[in-house]
């Protein structure tokens, strides 16, 4: 089977499902939850569905610049979907959903980059693993920085749109960022660990750069979680913060990968 009609199909749920909650926060209406939910685990599956027939080659693993953001994505979605039977994090799909939808029709239509296929033992793709979890985690953690953010100009402003009125109050809104930041933080921290352990030399010339971002991101979300417990950071400092750190993040993965696939072809 080709990955069309599954990418096609999960980019046509993506898009409706943003449109059902757009159309029910513009009438100042909660979006049913049980109906967003369900029809995100229906793009989500059709999404992973056409992923694995476009990772999976007979030499490896083909993960060049837009799968990989089609993974990443779809990763971002799945943790997400499972916050959602837990905490209340449902409006962070009305910006996850549309990036869903960008990269799978990305990374069906789009070509390729000059990339070989991976085919490497077990703890390099345990590292290749733990990297798209922490991308995915702090991915979430940024976005939801940006909704915080909004909620707080509007708020401040007393202009509370129907986005806005629907979402937890600010406190929990700060603490679920915190959460997320964790949760990535660690997951970094651990994919800098394997790649120390089972990459051949994690500063060869290809990986310079990379683990370098990288290990800065991992330092400025150090300090970010360091100043929360120890100074009580909130607010826009947080928020700053918390994009420094994912534009470094994603200028490390997705900077160095555009260069070698489509500048360098290496």
């Not at 129907?162 to 930041?181: A, V």
């Not at 790649?195 to 990288?214: R, Y």
């Not at 994603?250 to 160095?256: D, I, N, P, T």
Request: hydrophobic share 55%.
């Amino acid at each position: 089977m080709h990955p069309l009609l599954p990418s096609l199909t999960a980019a046509a749920l993506y898009a409706g499902t943003t449109a059902y909650q757009a159309l029910r926060l513009a009438k100042r209406q909660a979006p049913d939850t049980r109906i967003t939910l369900s029809l995100g685990l229906l793009a989500l599956l059709a999404h992973a569905f056409s992923l694995f027939m476009q990772l999976i080659t007979p030499g490896g693993l083909s993960l060049d610049f837009f799968n990989a953001a089609s993974l990443i994505a779809a990763a971002v979605i799945a943790l997400t979907l499972l916050a959602c039977t837990r905490i209340p994090v449902e409006n962070l799909l009305l910006l996850l959903f549309p990036l869903g939808c960008l990269t799978v029709l990305l990374a069906q239509f789009m070509p390729a980059g000059t990339v070989q296929p991976i085919d490497e033992e077990p703890g390099i793709l345990a590292h290749i693993l733990l990297s798209i979890l922490a991308y995915g985690m702090l991915t979430i953690a940024a976005f939801q920085s940006l909704l915080l953010l909004l909620q707080d100009h509007q708020l401040k402003h007393k202009h509370p749109s129907g986005l806005i009125k629907n979402f937890p109050p600010l406190q929990t809104m700060e603490s679920l960022l915190f959460g997320f930041l964790w949760a990535g933080w660690l997951l970094l921290s651990l994919s800098l660990l394997s790649g120390w352990l089972f990459l051949d030399d994690l500063f060869a010339q290809h990986l310079v750069h990379k683990t370098l971002l990288a290990c800065l991101a991992w330092v400025i979300f150090a300090m970010l979680l360091w100043g929360r417990h120890q100074r009580g950071w909130r607010g826009h400092q947080a928020i700053r913060w918390t994009l420094a750190g994912f534009c470094l993040l994603m200028l490390a993965y997705f900077g160095s990968k555009l260069v070698r696939e489509f500048i360098l072809h290496i």
